[in-house]
């Protein structure tokens, strides 16, 4: 979902994670982020039950990105973005840095479709305290 706000800020929402943008709707982009972690207990699968539970948390941090928005016949947007967040919950130090990409068609004027890969790399202070 992305909503306008009335002061000309974009507000972002992809299930979990939120984040506001005081760049521009296309170009630049940057701001800060959250993110709610869902944890993993009491699994009911005898493999999954093995591995260590993991609490729920809050994560905060920001975002630097790029929109392109091709207006032409062929309308897309083409964006990309890096994303830092550390813990807010207390349950781990140490960061997750993610690095996405996504290209969007619209199907109308206020809905787009889309499709995108990403990466994260985990500090070791995030794994040691998760799994501890």
Request: hydrophobic fraction near 40%; avoid cysteine.
């Amino acid at each position: 979902m992305r909503y306008v706000t009335d002061g000309g800020r974009l507000f972002e929402l992809y299930g979990p994670y939120a984040q506001l943008d005081f760049g521009g709707f296309a170009g630049l982009q940057y701001g800060p982020a959250v993110a709610l972690r869902l944890g993993r207990n009491n699994v009911d699968d005898p493999v999954v039950s093995q591995i260590h539970e993991v609490p729920t948390t809050v994560e905060a941090g920001g975002f630097v990105g790029y929109e392109y928005d091709n207006q032409g016949a062929a309308a897309y947007r083409l964006r990309g973005s890096v994303t830092v967040m550390t813990n807010a919950g207390i349950v781990y130090t140490g960061a997750r840095v993610s690095v996405n990409g996504s290209l969007w068609f619209p199907l109308h004027q206020q809905v787009f479709v889309g499709a995108g890969v990403g990466a994260s790399w985990v500090s070791q202070g995030s794994i040691r305290r998760i799994t501890a």
